[in-house]
C-alpha cells in the first residue's frame, strides 16, 4: 500500500515537471533552429524526474517503525500511555534514528520496525526537551541507506512535499507547507520555527518531511486545527520540527543525551492562551508549581516581575533566568474576582525528573 502510494506521488511529481519544461518545448519546437535546445531541455527534465524517483524511493525506504515501552514507574505514562507507537528516520549510516521525542520519553524498550516487519532493538541515545527530538541507535545492522538533511528554511510554500511513516502504520501522503512560525505547547515547549503542512497525516507521530530531491525537513509532531495560523480559516494539518534545529545541536545529543537548552527551569504546570492571558489548566503531580499553590483556572500574568500575555512570552521569561534550580516569583490573578496574588516556585531542571535507562 505504502509503494503504491509511492508511485502515485512521483507520477504526480512527473506530471509537475513535465508542465514545467512544456512551455520551452512547446516555444522551441516551431522553430527548427530551436529543435536541439528544446531536445536538451526535454532530456534535462527526464534526467531530472528520474533523479527525484530514485531519491524519493530511498527517503521512502530511510523511514521506519518505531515501537516503545516506558519503564514502569515513569511519570509520562498517564498522558502518552505506557506502549507507544510511531516513526523515525534512519540519518546516518552507523544506525542512529531521528524522531519525535515523547514516543521515546522514559522508554526501557525500544524496536525498530522495518518494512518487511523485521524488528531491530534499539537503545535509547538522546531525548532533547528543547526541541522535541529523540534520538534512538539500532542494535544490529538495518541494511538501508539513510536520508539526507535537507534545509528546512528554504521550503518553499508551492513544492510538493512527502509525508511518511513507517512499521505497521505505514503510510505515504503528499503535503504542502501552509505555514511557517513559532509553535508554543501547554507542555513548557516553544519552538521559533515549526513548519505546519496540509492536509493532515494521521501516523504523524516521528513521520518524516521530505522535499522532492529525498532530503529530510522535518519530524511530525502534531495534528492541529490551526495549520494556517490564527488569522487563517481552520486547516487539519500537522505541525513538524524542522531539522534545522538538529543540526547545531547533532554532535552534543549523541555525546550527552541533551542538548544545553534542554536544562531550564521547569514548574510542572499546563497552560493555554486564553484572550491575551495565561490560563492554568493544569498541574505535575509533586510538580512545582503545585507545591507553591497555583491552581487550575489561575491567571498567570507576570514571571519575575515582567509581564506575560502569551505562552511564548512566559517560557522565554521563565528560561532567561540564570539556572534551573532556582526561584521563580509568579503573579496570578484567582477566582471570580481576580484576586492578585504572588506566589514563589522553586523550579527545577525537569530532565533530572526523568526516569532514565541504561545508556542515555
Not at 530551436?34 to 530511510?62: I, K, L, Y
Not at 509520562?76 to 519525535?100: C, F, H, K, M, W
Not at 522565554?316 to 484567582?334: F, S
Amino acid at each position: 500500500m505504502k509503494q503504491a502510494a509511492l508511485d502515485r506521488w512521483i507520477k504526480i511529481l512527473g506530471v509537475a515537471g513535465a508542465l514545467a519544461f512544456a512551455s520551452t518545448v512547446q516555444a522551441a519546437r516551431p522553430h527548427t533552429r530551436d529543435a536541439p535546445v528544446a531536445d536538451r531541455a526535454a532530456a534535462s527534465a527526464a534526467a531530472e524526474f528520474q533523479a527525484h524517483q530514485v531519491a524519493m524511493r530511498r527517503a521512502n525506504a530511510a523511514v521506519v517503525g518505531i515501537e516503545t515501552m516506558a519503564v514502569e514507574d515513569a511519570r509520562s505514562i498517564e498522558n502518552l500511555g505506557r506502549e507507544r507507537q510511531g516513526s523515525g528516520v534512519l540519518i546516518n549510516a552507523d544506525g542512529l534514528v531521528l524522531t519525535i521525542g515523547y514516543l521515546i520519553l522514559e522508554a526501557d524498550h525500544v524496536d525498530l520496525v522495518l518494512a518487511d516487519s523485521k524488528r531491530v532493538p534499539a537503545r535509547v541515545v538522546a531525548y532533547d526537551l528543547a526541541t522535541g527530538f529523540g534520538l534512538v541507535q539500532a542494535l544490529a545492522p538495518l541494511g538501508l541507506l539513510p536520508a539526507p538533511l535537507g534545509v528546512s528554511a528554504a521550503v518553499a510554500s508551492d513544492e510538493p512535499l512527502m509525508v511518511a511513516s513507517g512499521g505497521g502504520d505505514a503510510e505515504l501522503s503528499l503535503a504542502r507547507m501552509v505555514s511557517r512560525r513559532p509553535y508554543s505547547g501547554f507542555w513548557e515547549y516553544h519552538i521559533d520555527s515549526a513548519l505546519f503542512t496540509a492536509p493532515a497525516h494521521e501516523h504523524h507521530s516521528g513521520a518524516g518531511l521530505f522535499n522532492a530531491d529525498g532530503e529530510l525537513l522535518g519530524i511530525g509532531s502534531l495534528v492541529v486545527r490551526d495549520a494556517g495560523g490564527r488569522s487563517a480559516p481552520a486547516l487539519l494539518g500537522n505541525m513538524f520540527v524542522p531539522v534545522d534545529l538538529l543540526k547545531p545541536i547533532l554532535a552534543e545529543l549523541t555525546a550527552r543525551g541533551a542538548s544545553q537548552g534542554s536544562t531550564r527551569a521547569w514548574l510542572g504546570i499546563n497552560c493555554v492562551e486564553d484572550e491575551g492571558r495565561v490560563r492554568v489548566l493544569r498541574l505535575t503531580a509533586d510538580g512545582p508549581a503545585g507545591d507553591a499553590g497555583l491552581r487550575p483556572a489561575d491567571t498567570i500574568v507576570a514571571v519575575d516581575g515582567v509581564a506575560v500575555a502569551d505562552l511564548a512570552s512566559f517560557y522565554k521569561t521563565l528560561w532567561q533566568g540564570e539556572g534551573a534550580d532556582r526561584d521563580v516569583t509568579i503573579d496570578v490573578l484567582r477566582g471570580v474576582g481576580q484576586q492578585p496574588l504572588r506566589l514563589q516556585v522553586h523550579a527545577i531542571d525537569r530532565m533530572r525528573t526523568l526516569s532514565r535507562p541504561a545508556g542515555i
